[in-house]
């Protein structure tokens, strides 16, 4: 299925390199690029003004602000922030233009060879890494340099007509980072920053990221007990305690009855193959930075140590397919597509949907890692759908209204759809252009029906056929991509894939991928922060807590519990000495959605007294109507 989406750069090691922006990209910068990249200026000119001895690489907008990467002796830590903040707010209020020269290639490597650039005032000291950088540029694009106040810096614009235009600012963070994401280069230090029109926009970024804060699903995982990641196991590999799994397990249920329903087969598949597999499929070589290394048997590997075969050489033989091995499989299309082709097909059996939750393994660098959002291992509720060139509308529709269907179902309602396509100018994309162009369109009509807003996205596509993703949007404006599904020409060839069509002769069927969740790990955590851990009552981990108010309640407080679960309701039964209060604080805490107090007059009444977790008090029921209740909310899977 298709990749995980890259991250944000906030980790502790920022490792991807900066990339230069083409006139066309530049031209085509938003006011609050323009602003993020000016403002980065600012950042720049007043770090320098502190500490002199600053050397400057390269400091683009993102999409979340701005950063400029700087190599300096000071170590700068978040108490420095507010003193280069207060230097920033004085070129602002300086209100200096932003002027561009153009000029020769020899004038801005004397320049810099001055420490003329990225720098106030001369220095003895050469603007390194600006020389190194204008030897990036190509000889055929002009060279301009932009100058606020005293501050020169090698830059290709566009930029705000004036500092004072950069009022709305803050720095945000600190981390570390490689000159141009390469191991080999430097370590720099990449200050972190973002700006807006105005200051109450920011205000409100600044309070959507408190928010986000109190959301963020590894400490809600963590207060909540629901997963774990151990150094002892490997980092981005996580551990599902029993309260996380339970909310899996749940999900999984639910897409499997829906699974039911369209008359999809469930399948099992490893978690290793053979690299022909992949080599075939076009996996390996081409995935291979981001796969764990291959798996080569024990004999194989002495018999090449005996002949003194280097780590380059055995290399070299794994990409020309000399040496054969296994690989912990990064996707389960080539499985899926083994099932298939192990049996003879008619136009008559035709969709063919085979469906797995199915683990991959990719090699995420540790610097994109990411709690549940960004791992090495991760299951997807994948299936692949084999079918007619006519059928493929239909399917996509299926497969799109399956995905509607799970956000619908969990409350995510603001969503956009993405449909990404090749670039015919990239080589990146494997099989026959004219499959490219029927797939694309066919996805380009499905998209039309879903009365959803979709944008094209050229260069976004699988290696091996365009796709649809859903990228919704949670409750506090961040976007995840989430649901996914791809139409696929290409592997059917590369497999020799065939069916026997109504002539009695063999066709070639079309292939479609699709993943509602995406990934569990990856969706558990986008749900744990878009619920702020108060998951419904059909998800919730423990969905009732009797709490008696002493200990001579008990019994009945287990017999309650004990008639709760019988029904098929998760429910547990708190015996501790705490007071009433207490406990009532700690399932508060504990997020569980339905409290039952459990006293005299409950007890000689039969009834509970019922307690909501967000609605407070809500009077009393028999244990029998409450049950029904509950078993009702549940069923209706309610938010």
């Known amino acids: 299925m298709a990749d995980q989406e890259n991250g944000n750069g906030s980790s502790a090691v920022a490792s991807s390199a900066p990339q230069r922006k083409t006139l066309e990209e530049r031209a085509q910068m938003t006011d609050l690029d323009r602003l993020r990249h000016s403002c980065a200026h600012v950042l720049a000119t007043a770090i320098s003004r502190l500490w002199p001895d600053a050397q400057f690489a390269a400091g683009p907008p993102v999409e979340s602000g701005f950063y400029y990467d700087v190599d300096l002796q000071h170590r700068i830590t978040p108490d420095d922030f507010e003193k280069i903040e207060a230097e920033m707010k004085k070129e602002v209020k300086a209100n200096h233009p932003f002027e561009k020269m153009v000029v020769s290639r020899d004038e801005a490597l004397e320049m810099a060879k001055k420490g003329r650039l990225a720098a106030v005032g001369e220095r003895d000291v050469a603007s390194t890494f600006k020389i190194d950088l204008l030897e990036d540029i190509p000889e055929d694009e002009e060279i301009s340099l932009y100058k606020n106040g005293d501050f020169w810096d090698l830059c290709a614009g566009p930029h705000v007509p004036r500092t004072g ?361 986008v749900l744990i922060e878009h619920f702020a851990g108060k998951f419904p009552t059909w998800l919730a981990p423990e969905q009732v807590r009797v709490l008696p108010i002493s200990e001579k309640f008990n019994e009945f407080a287990s017999e309650i519990g004990a008639e709760l679960k019988s029904a098929g309701i998760r429910v547990s039964v708190d015996k501790g000495d705490e007071k009433v209060g207490a406990k009532i604080r700690l399932a508060q805490l504990g997020q569980i959605p339905y409290m039952l107090i459990i006293g005299a007059r409950e007890q000689e009444s039969q009834k509970v007294s019922i307690r909501h977790r967000d609605r407070g008090d809500e009077g009393s029921l028999s244990i029998a109507e409450f049950g029904d209740q509950l078993i009702r909310e549940i069923h209706g899977r309610a938010l």
Not at 219 to 227: I, S
Request: contains cysteine.
């Open 165 to 525: 235009n950069c009022k709305a600012f803050k720095i945000m963070s600190v981390a570390s980072a490689f000159y141009k994401g390469d191991a080999n280069n430097p370590q720099l230090q990449r200050v972190y920053g973002t700006a807006f029109k105005n200051k109450t926009e920011l205000e409100e970024h600044l309070v959507r990221l408190e928010e986000a804060k109190k959301r963020d699903h590894r400490k809600l995982g963590k207060e909540l007990d629901l997963f774990h990641i151990d150094e002892a196991v490997g980092q981005g590999l996580v551990l599902w305690k029993p309260k996380g799994a339970t909310i899996r397990n749940e999900l999984q249920n639910f897409i499997s009855a829906e699974l039911v329903k369209q008359g999809y087969q469930q399948v099992y598949t490893p978690h290793i193959g053979k690299l022909d597999l992949y080599r075939t499929s076009g996996h390996f070589p081409y995935y291979q930075e981001s796969q764990y290394p291959p798996i080569i048997e024990r004999d194989q590997l002495k018999a090449l140590a005996d002949e003194g075969c280097s780590c380059g050489t055995l290399a070299n033989k794994l990409e020309a397919g000399e040496i054969d091995g296994f690989l912990l499989k990064p996707m389960n299309c080539p499985h899926h597509i083994k099932i298939f082709d192990s049996g003879h097909h008619s136009y008559r059996d035709l969709p063919v949907r085979l469906a797995e939750f199915g683990t991959v393994y990719r090699w995420e660098q540790s610097g994109e890692l990411g709690g549940m959002t960004r791992v090495r291992g991760f299951t997807q509720d994948d299936a692949h759908l084999f079918c007619t060139e006519d059928q493929v509308e239909e399917e996509i529709s299926g497969c799109l209204g399956l995905v509607k269907t799970v956000l619908n179902t969990l409350g995510m309602h603001d969503y956009r759809v993405r449909v990404s396509l090749r670039d015919p100018e990239s080589d990146k994309y494997v099989g026959d252009p004219a499959n490219w162009d029927r797939a694309e369109e066919a996805l380009r009509r499905a998209a039309g029906t879903l009365d959803v807003p979709f944008t094209e996205e050229p260069g976004e596509a699988a290696f091996y056929g365009p796709k649809i993703d859903f990228v919704v949007k949670d409750v506090i404006g961040r976007e995840w991509q989430l649901g996914t599904v791809q139409v696929d020409y290409n592997l059917p060839e590369r497999f020799d894939l065939s069916y026997i069509g109504p002539d009695n002769k063999p066709h070639r069927p079309v292939m479609i991928h699709r993943a509602p969740f995406g990934s569990m790990e990856r969706f558990v955590g």
